[in-house]
């Protein structure tokens, strides 16, 4: 069940971050449906870079409806997953998936990314979690302060734990890039494998095979290790 710890947060929450996660929560209704087949092929890359092994905890942030439960799950069945976003909508979702497919050892709380820290985190989540992993799919380019958010997915690692990043980048805008961002309220113009390399070690990057003209830019996975 989604966390309700954290329902003073919503009281706190500007005009923009309530009409924003309005959007996503009526998104949610229609997410799978509309996206998922575009981007499964980048998830379950996505995971592979991130090498589970038995016994890993790892943190999905902006998980959404659970998009990459399964193939996390497939990858090694035995981890213990901790499912944070933002939008109640994409949680409800999240949690009618986990108990549709009868997930074991998936937890999910809802949190602002920027706040996430090892400091904060017990309070969101009630434990105290150190994260072999942590996973960001299409979040970075939507959620303000994505630079501090990604310093925070750092904090949240231990050391030599692994981070993988997919998101879009727009090297040249055009029509597509602006729908995108209408759609997704998002962000195409950020540097976010170049901040992502600048903060890890090992770092790995390479383009997906998805036309841009269907995600308004280059679709890229980004990892590295703290």
């Not at 996503?24 to 996505?46: C, M, V």
């Not at 904060?120 to 996973?135: A, C, N, P």
Request: with cysteine; charged share 30%; glycine share 6%.
């Amino acid at each position: 069940m989604i966390d309700q710890r954290l329902s003073s947060v919503k009281g706190n929450l500007s005009f923009l971050n309530k009409t924003f996660m309005k959007w996503y929560d009526f998104f949610s209704n229609f997410y799978d449906q509309s996206l998922e087949k575009l981007y499964a092929d980048s998830r379950r890359r996505a995971v592979e870079l991130l090498e589970l092994k038995e016994g890993d905890v790892v943190l999905d942030l902006a998980c959404g409806t659970g998009a990459n439960f399964s193939h996390l799950k497939k990858s090694c069945a035995n981890i213990e997953i901790y499912g944070a976003d933002f939008s109640e909508g994409m949680l409800r979702r999240a949690t009618h998936n986990i108990e549709k497919n009868q997930w074991e050892g998936i937890h999910l709380f809802q949190a602002d990314a920027r706040n996430l820290t090892k400091d904060t985190l017990s309070e969101y989540t009630g434990k105290e979690i150190k994260f072999d992993q942590v996973l960001c799919v299409l979040g970075l380019s939507v959620m303000p302060d994505w630079t501090t958010i990604m310093t925070n997915m750092l904090d949240l690692l231990k050391e030599g734990g692994k981070i993988v990043v997919v998101d879009v980048f727009a090297e040249k805008r055009d029509f597509n890039t602006w729908l995108v961002e209408k759609i997704a309220k998002a962000d195409l113009d950020r540097p976010i494998s170049e901040e992502l390399k600048s903060k890890v070690n090992n770092f790995h990057m390479e383009y997906l095979p998805v036309k841009e003209s269907k995600v308004g830019g280059k679709l890229f996975v980004a990892a590295g290790t703290k």
